[in-house]
């Protein structure tokens, strides 16, 4: 299994970016497709973006594409989300997770290694 740490969460006004970063560890390379997931209080944990390995396909939830943008590293284990142009609805705890297939899927269930979370908060 592997071990994933984000990190690059904080506190920014609207319209503001943010590049939140995930550490892959304890399987490396991690052949795997991995994305994004937000999670606010009281609602469910909903697909952000994700990626296929090696990085040729992504997937962008909504109207997320042109403001999000994923990307990984695998020379050095790490995943990115860009976040552009934030809104106060991006406000939540963002979360990196690796997928049991190679190809992308949106549901949770499909992924079996979530990290701990970072938030993000966004003012108006």
């Known amino acids: 299994q592997v ?12 319209g503001g970016s943010l590049r939140l970063s995930c550490a892959v560890s304890g399987r490396t390379p991690n052949k795997f497709a991995m994305g994004w997931f937000r999670q606010s209080p009281g609602t469910e944990r909903r697909v ?57 899927t949106t549901s949770p269930a499909d992924f079996d290694s979530w990290g701990q979370g970072t938030q993000v908060t966004v003012t108006s």
């Open 3 to 14: 071990q994933l740490v984000e990190s690059g969460g904080g506190l920014v006004q609207a």
């Open 48 to 104: 952000v973006a994700g990626i296929n390995w090696p990085g040729s396909s992504t997937y962008y939830s909504g109207t997320l594409k042109g403001r999000f943008t994923i990307s990984r590293d695998n020379a050095n284990n790490t995943l990115y989300l860009q976040m552009n142009g934030l809104k106060p609805e991006d406000t939540a705890k963002y979360y990196c997770a690796s997928s049991r297939t190679m190809g992308f």
